[in-house]
Each structure stands twice: as structure tokens, then as C-alpha cells.
DNA sequence: TGTACATCAGTGAACGCGCGTTCACTGATGTAC
DNA sequence: TGTACATCAGTGAACGCGCGTTCACTGATGTAC
């Protein structure tokens, strides 16, 4: 049989040795920022947080940012999969694969804000994180490949390009993750959901294109 | 004749009484933010910038949170400024005056981006700083009365709710903000400047109300 | 199957650091008379 | 105009704290033979 890790039996550490620290760490660490933001995180609790010693992290990440960007990385790729899996490769049609789209960006803000902050908000020096830069691409792909197909349906002759179009998606969807489900003193008290306001959004920016059926 | 402190001639402190050091906690606050960002930033490191000691702030603020909302109080402030004058009541053209209007939101996050972190970024506990609120509430009401003025001049049957426009302006501003203006690894490479892509975003909005005349 | 040994993944003590905050204090300023 | 005094806005020393990081170490694990 093979459990989860080599010496846990799913109750914690076991001996001298912890078995899965580094998954634990990361674990901590996303507990961590939900709790504070990414910048109230240190390595110190996070290691406390896992049951261990202040110097064991060491073992496994340089310092508390590659900690960090291992956690932002990991969050880019689960984005991208919570993407892909809301697009549905364009199934049952276009439009509506776009909407689900756009919800998938918001609800992925909201049920995991932590790996958001830490993608978003970490303000991490992308070319020191190699692969990183990578994940964001990747995900960013996802409306990129989405605005592809929804822009080949439009007629040759007032065919926006696909890359602004993505972009203007990509930036709306994100303004209003971070203005409408994050606390601050700029957020407005909607009087809808997030969700709604967003596609509306991207329903009134189809139309400008003359998709998505005017009203 | 007076210049600008009771006992400062422009060039830094004089004796024993520095005469003007809540404004100078707040430029170095300012430039500290800029440099570090709203995280890194300590009321030790402010105080050694205004050259003055550690305890001498604490005449001035409760604590470093509260310099800190200060700060992004008066950036909400200079933002209405920025907007309302970038607006102008709409002239010389509705639709003209809101491309402006869109325009000036970013060149605020690109020319001050110390203040602008200091609002959107510093996960301030609102309730906290009276005042702060509705510093960020007067700002919104600019773009609030653009959208105003914009939704009149759609026919009253297909006329989209002010609110909800005056809000998918601010978040798309915001997110083309925050993406492609600041540092991260969500940043993507722009073909253009943020500027551009925001008023084709805008533009391309208006024209599903039927407005910004179709290309 | 047993044993020696290399390697791995932890410990825990220690270090220097900078921060936030307090305290009694003191120099400077302004004002009442 | 001068003086006593209250108030204000600083000082600087001190405190406790938690963090990052290092170091020699050691317990546990795995593997060659």
C-alpha cells in the first residue's frame, strides 16, 4: 500500500523525521497569508505552524520568498486548470463556455484568496523564479486560446485582435476580483454579486462586437 | 510674508523643533512605499528619513497604520483631483471628457504609484480610519457622475444602469492598472501602451450602448 | 539476513538585527499679564 | 517691553520581541555487500 507520505499516517509528523515537510510548509504558508496577506507571512511560523524547527525550512527553500513563489507557482497552475475546466474547450457554445470563463476567474479569487494574494499581490521579482513567469503565461493562455475562438466567430472585417481582447477580459476580470472580493477602502458595496457585475461586463464587451445577441 | 513651515527655510530642519514633520513623515512614507512597497515601509525607517528619532513620530501618529491610511487618504484625495479635472464636467464632449477620464486613472497609477499602492494595496482596515471610506467614495463618485452623463444620452429603452457602468470602468482601469503597470508575475509584455489598451477597452464598451459611434 | 556506512532531514542554541513602543526628560515656543 | 509659565514637540536610552540565518550536531533511513 501506498499512503499519502512516507512516514505520516495523516495525523502529523511521527518521529525525528517529518516525512512531507515541504507540503507541509506550503501548507502553512497558504494558511498563513489567508490569514494575513503574503506580506504577514514568515518562515518562522510557518515552521512553527508545521511542528518543526525555525531552521528546518532551510532544508528545502532558500528563504521565505522561494517559499513564497513556490506557492504563487502553484497557484498559477491550479488557476490554469480551474480555467480550462471552466472553458470547456469552447463546449456547449462559445459564448456561454466565455461566461463560465469569466465566473471560473472570480470563483477561483474567491474560494482560494490566499493562492490569489500570492500570485497577484506578492509583488515577487518574476525573473528571479524561474518557471513562474512560465505559470502566469500558462494560465493567461488559457484566455488567450478563448478569445481566439470567440474572435474567429466574429465577421472578418470588424475582427478585433484576439490578444487586446483577452487583455481587456483578462483586466476586467481581475479588477473586479480585486476591488469587489477583497477587503480595502476602495471596494464598494455592490448591490449584486461580483459574478453578475462581471458578466455583465464581458456580455456588454461581446456585444460591441456584435456577439452575444443585443437585448 | 510666509513660506511654506512655521520655522523651515526649505531646506530641512533647524533646531530642536523640526516645525514641519507630519508632512515629512508623510513624504518619507511616500518614498519609502514607492521603493519597498506598502509592506515595507516602518515607522523607524520614515523616522531616520525626516531625520528625527524613533519616538518622534508618535507625537504625530498612533502608529505606523495610521500614517499609512493617512497617506492613501490624501492619495484618494489628489485622485479626485486628478479625475474631476481630467472630466471637466463632461467638455468638450461626453464621450470625449470619459476617454479622459479613463486616461487620467491610469496616468495617476503611473505617476504615482506610492500613492496608488497606498490605496489599493495596503489591505487597510477601513473601518478603522474614519474618513478613509469616503475619501475612496468620493472618488468613485466621479466616475459615478461620467456614467451619469453617458447613460443620458442613450435612449431611455436600452439605457444600462449608471452604477453598474461607472463600475466596470473602475474595475477594468484598475485592472489594467495593476496588471500591466506594476511589477509581477501576472504581468504580461504589452504590444502597446497600457494607455491604449485601456481606451480601446473603454471605447469598445461604449459602443455596445450604442454609443462612440460604430467603426 | 545482518552489518557498516553514507546520506538525509531534522535539532537547538546562538548571533545580530531592526522594529515598535514607553518613559522621563528637555529645549523651544507662545502667551497672559 | 519684559517676564513667568504652560504647552508643545522633540530626545535618547531602554525594553522585549520575533525574525532570518548559521552552525555543529544527531537521529533516522536506505543501501552495498
Known amino acids: 500500500m501506498s499512503w499519502s507520505g512516507p512516514s505520516s499516517g495523516g495525523s502529523g509528523r511521527r518521529g525525528y ?3 512531507n515537510l515541504r507540503e507541509a510548509l506550503i501548507d ?3 494558511e498563513l ?3 494575513k496577506g503574503p506580506a504577514g507571512f514568515t518562515i ?6 508545521a511542528g518543526v524547527s525555525p531552521a528546518a525550512p532551510y532544508r528545502h527553500f532558500r528563504d521565505a520568498e522561494s517559499l513564497l513563489a513556490e506557492v504563487a507557482l502553484r497557484g498559477f497552475d491550479r488557476f490554469t486548470e480551474h480555467l480550462t475546466k471552466a472553458w470547456k474547450g469552447g463546449q456547449p457554445d462559445t459564448i456561454r463556455a466565455f461566461e463560465d470563463l469569466g465566473r471560473a476567474y472570480l470563483s ?4 482560494e484568496p490566499a493562492y490569489y494574494a500570492a500570485m497577484f499581490d506578492s509583488h515577487l521579482a518574476t525573473e528571479a523564479h524561474p518557471g513562474l513567469q512560465a505559470a502566469g503565461d500558462r494560465a493567461f493562455a488559457v484566455l488567450r486560446e478563448a478569445a481566439d475562438k470567440i474572435v474567429a466567430t466574429v465577421p472578418a472585417d470588424r475582427r478585433p485582435p484576439a490578444l487586446m481582447m483577452a487583455l481587456h477580459i483578462w483586466a476586467m476580470a481581475h479588477g473586479v476580483a480585486s476591488l469587489f472580493v477583497r477587503e480595502g ?3 464598494r458595496k455592490l448591490p449584486m454579486p461580483a459574478e453578475d457585475l462581471l458578466e455583465a461586463g464581458v456580455l456588454l464587451y461581446l456585444q ?3 456577439l452575444a445577441g443585443a437585448d
Open 33 to 35: 497569508i489567508a490569514a
Open 44 to 49: 518562522a511560523e510557518a515552521a512553527r505552524l
Open 208 to 210: 460591441s462586437l456584435g
Open 185 to 187: 477602502p476602495s471596494r
Open 108 to 111: 477561483f479569487a474567491r474560494r
Open 28 to 30: 502553512a504558508a497558504l
Open 17 to 19: 523525521h517529518h516525512g
